[in-house]
């Protein structure tokens, strides 16, 4: 069973496409899992992370990268839909040692042009939030999890992501700005699984970019562990580091303990991976 998670946040920089690459290679390279990472926020850092700006300029030029997805669903709308979207997987990305069974699809910056032409396209059957989710039917099975990297918005390519997933986590820095949209953010997608008829379970908030000397921060995770409108924060908490905040350039940092660093940064990774299977398992019954 193919287990599609999506990382989400309405606030940017608060380490969402660092944690979903992350999890990604840590699922990979310590537990074993296919996992399949798809890009769907135009701002392409994901993919710059996985394979590298030199290798996306390649892809966006060749039409091998989802906007050429969505693009394909515009122009055929009205009719049959069909794309091979085998044909844009880029395969086992991750430089790393041991982490050999991570795959993309990758973004472009092409998507932010395409967000109104989807929401406006007649389509003969489906609408224009089901668009991914039809395209990745051929192959999902192939993959144990599958981590969707989402745009800090509601709009319709994020609708995409969020049509296909079982569940959703929510990465934040522990501080008033970060957290105040994780409320509307439950809401919508709570009212989103209602008008699909399925709910997107929440799987709970990952605390990232954490410095335990401040007390801001320290009291923001005190008081998200009370609410009662969060169904869990991951114990594990992400410190803010350089050689995490480093991890975000494409590179061959041979281990994830290089890669992540090894004061604490690669412990609370791996953990928060492990947190994050065990998560799934209770809430979604995952075996």
């Known amino acids: 069973m193919t287990h599609v998670v999506a990382t989400t946040n309405l606030k940017g920089g608060v380490g969402k496409t660092t944690t979903t690459a992350a999890l990604g290679e840590m699922l ?8 399949m990472l798809i890009d769907l926020d135009p701002q392409t850092n994901l993919t710059m992370m996985m394979i590298g700006e030199s290798r996306w300029g390649e892809l966006d030029s060749q039409g091998r990268t989802l906007a050429a997805l969505f693009e394909h669903a515009i122009s055929a709308a009205g009719t049959v839909f069909e794309f091979d979207v085998s044909s844009i997987i880029q395969r086992s990305v991750s430089p790393l040692r041991k982490v050999r069974t991570v795959d993309l699809l990758p973004s472009s910056l092409k998507m932010i042009g395409l967000q109104e032409r989807i929401a406006g396209a007649a389509f003969a059957s489906g609408d224009s939030t089901d668009i991914l989710l039809r395209a990745l039917k051929p192959v999902i099975d192939q ?7 989402c745009p800090p918005n509601l709009e ?36 989103f699984g209602e008008r699909w008829g399925r709910p ?6 990952v605390i990232t970019k954490y410095r335990k000397a401040s007390p801001v921060h320290r009291n923001t995770v005190d008081d998200l562990n009370r609410r009662k409108d969060i169904t869990m924060v991951f114990p594990s908490l992400i410190p803010e580091a350089n050689q995490i905040a480093a991890a975000a350039e494409y590179a ?23 947190d994050f299977m065990a998560t799934a398992k209770v809430r979604l019954g995952w075996a």
């Open 200 to 205: 997107i379970v929440e799987l709970g908030v």
């Open 156 to 191: 319709t390519i994020t609708l995409n992501g969020l049509r296909c997933a079982d569940a959703y986590i929510i990465p934040t820095i522990p501080d008033v700005m970060s957290t105040y949209g994780i409320g509307p953010v439950q809401e919508r997608i709570a009212q």
């Open 143 to 149: 993959y144990d999890y599958v981590l969707i990297d």
């Open 252 to 274: 061959d940092f041979g281990t994830l303990r290089q890669k992540y660093g090894s004061d604490g940064q690669f412990t609370a990774l791996r953990d928060l991976a492990q």
């Open 28 to 35: 990979s390279g310590e537990f074993g899992q296919r996992v």
